[in-house]
């Protein structure tokens, strides 16, 4: 038949493709946590790995919303009881509200009005034991696989988070690791990018150049 076909497919291309097509089944039941039947998979599996990298990276997106509720809080709490931070400690320690350094406390307070949002994003990165100099803007989400790989999940995850409020909101980017990725992201690399990279399954001969 595949001499009829005019098809250079080897007996080793075709105990390969069976071989994958067999081993991709079990793959699959190792990323979702369940097997064929529904059962659910004991111990560490790739879909443990998966939802625990996961709740790390929701940290890093969902830092601005916490942080935008804590300033709501600290606004709110200050505002309606008319004693904020400084000047509320300096007043309960004695300190008159006609001295000259209440003033100055008032001073702290206002900066702290300013400074509120970095305040609350390095409390919320110090409680979450995270880096704390990464940029406090909207994070990045670079892919890195072969072509079919990365643009796909690019558009996919654009999709999700295009159903999301602005906040919590991602830039999407892709590109493949053998050719352009370098070149176009280089420029853009800044501190607190997230890389999600992909390697090619060389055990197929249309790959092996790839992973390499």
């Not at 250079?8 to 390969?16: G, I, K, Q, Y």
């Not at 790995?49 to 606004?75: D, M």
């Not at 409020?165 to 420029?187: E, F, I, K, W």
Request: hydrophobic content about 40%.
């Amino acid at each position: 038949l595949r001499k009829a076909a005019g098809s250079v497919m080897t007996d080793r291309d075709l105990s390969e493709l069976e071989r994958c097509n067999r081993d991709c089944l079990a793959a699959l039941e190792d990323i979702v946590g369940f097997d064929r039947n529904g059962t659910h998979l004991p111990g560490a599996t790739t879909s443990q790995q998966l939802r625990e990298k996961g709740a790390h990276w929701a940290k890093h997106v969902l830092e601005n919303p916490i942080a935008w509720i804590l300033c709501f809080l600290y606004v709110m709490g200050t505002v309606v009881s008319g004693y904020p931070l400084v000047s509320g400690v300096a007043t309960a320690a004695g300190l008159e509200t006609e001295s000259k350094y209440f003033y100055m406390t008032r001073a702290f307070d206002g900066l702290i009005y300013v400074f509120l949002p970095q305040i609350c994003v390095l409390l919320i990165r110090l409680v979450q034991r995270r880096p704390l100099l990464h940029r406090m803007v909207g994070r990045a989400i670079v892919i890195g696989d072969c072509p079919w790989v990365a643009q796909t999940t690019e558009a996919f995850l654009s999709k999700i988070f295009a159903c999301s409020y602005s906040a919590t909101g991602v830039h999407v980017y892709s590109g493949n690791p053998a050719d352009h990725l370098v070149h176009r992201m280089t420029h853009r690399v800044v501190r607190g990018a997230l890389l999600a990279c992909g390697r090619p399954d060389g055990r197929l001969s249309a790959l092996t150049s790839l992973e390499s």
